[in-house]
């Protein structure tokens, strides 16, 4: 990561005690600019109100997921506006399971 900036990872390889240590530091520690997490590692319940952009680079074939992984943004405590960006590469498998994403909605 770039110089200055405190971040947090979640990932498949967290341990589940660790998972909400880094999600309450996250929450409550203005100084932490970027917080990692999987999409599927991150799991049911996770609150991520310090968070006000998420960004989904790897989309999955079934819709419920990325949306759960914005869902965590938007919980009861958000304050802040949450922006979503999706980064999808024209003519890729991504932009195949997006299209399907969107039909299946």
Request: with cysteine.
């Given at each position: 990561m770039a110089s200055g900036l405190d971040y947090r990872r979640l990932d498949g390889n967290t341990k589940s005690e660790d998972r909400i240590r880094i999600v309450r530091e996250f929450n409550s520690i203005q100084e932490i600019n970027?917080?990692?997490?999987?999409?599927?590692?991150?799991?049911?319940?996770?609150?991520?109100?310090?968070?006000?952009?998420?960004?989904?680079f790897d989309p999955t074939w079934n819709p419920a997921n990325d949306l759960q992984a914005i869902d965590r943004a938007y919980r009861i405590g958000q304050y802040k506006d949450v922006k979503v960006f999706r980064l999808i590469s024209l003519g890729t498998v991504e932009e195949m399971m997006y299209l399907r994403q969107v039909y299946k909605q």
């Amino acid at each position: 990561m770039a110089s200055g900036l405190d971040y947090r990872r979640l990932d498949g390889n967290t341990k589940s005690e660790d998972r909400i240590r880094i999600v309450r530091e996250f929450n409550s520690i203005q100084e932490i600019n970027i917080c990692l997490v999987s999409t599927m590692a991150g799991g049911l319940g996770l609150n991520f109100v310090g968070a006000n952009v998420v960004i989904l680079f790897d989309p999955t074939w079934n819709p419920a997921n990325d949306l759960q992984a914005i869902d965590r943004a938007y919980r009861i405590g958000q304050y802040k506006d949450v922006k979503v960006f999706r980064l999808i590469s024209l003519g890729t498998v991504e932009e195949m399971m997006y299209l399907r994403q969107v039909y299946k909605q």
